[in-house]
């Protein structure tokens, strides 16, 4: 019985210092951020009325790719999520962030509904937008 409540103390012990090492730590320096796709957007408050109409489009494509996707209309998602995804590349330019999640978007669902070749084209594409933007070797690039 004392081995074993030893043995635990040593575990928690452990387990203490090994938190306090990684508290200790010091955090990452953040990388720059990508300014590209920024310039298609205007500045914040001067919208234009043509900015204001794609953002509204866009909301009421996503609310309608959110109905669909709670039907599991898969098929019909991934024809939203194509006009999501090239209104929001007119809006935001093809190397916005937020271009880049609705290719993740799509190339999800094109691969849920057996479009395996136009998923692998997309993933192609956000890896070599990742490499160009962030670089070979960066955390986006690789994960």
Not at 69 to 77: L, M, R
Not at 100 to 120: E, S, V
Request: proline share 6%.
């Amino acid at each position: 019985m004392r081995a074993v409540v030893s043995w635990l103390v040593t575990g928690l012990a452990c387990v203490v210092a090994w938190s306090i090492t990684l508290a200790a730590a010091a955090p990452r320096p953040k990388p720059p951020r990508p300014t590209a796709g920024k310039a298609a957007r205007p500045a914040p408050g001067k919208a234009t009325p043509a900015h204001d109409a794609e953002l509204a489009e866009l909301a009421e494509l996503d609310k309608q790719f959110t109905q669909l996707t709670i039907k599991q209309a898969s098929f019909a998602a991934a024809k939203v999520a194509r006009k999501a995804l090239a209104l929001q590349i007119k809006a935001t330019g093809p190397d916005s962030i937020e271009a880049q999640r609705r290719k993740q978007t799509l190339a999800g669902l094109l691969g849920g509904i057996g479009d395996y070749r136009g998923q692998m084209t997309l993933d192609q594409e956000l890896l070599a937008t990742a490499e160009r933007l962030h670089g070979a070797e960066s955390r986006e690039t690789l994960t």
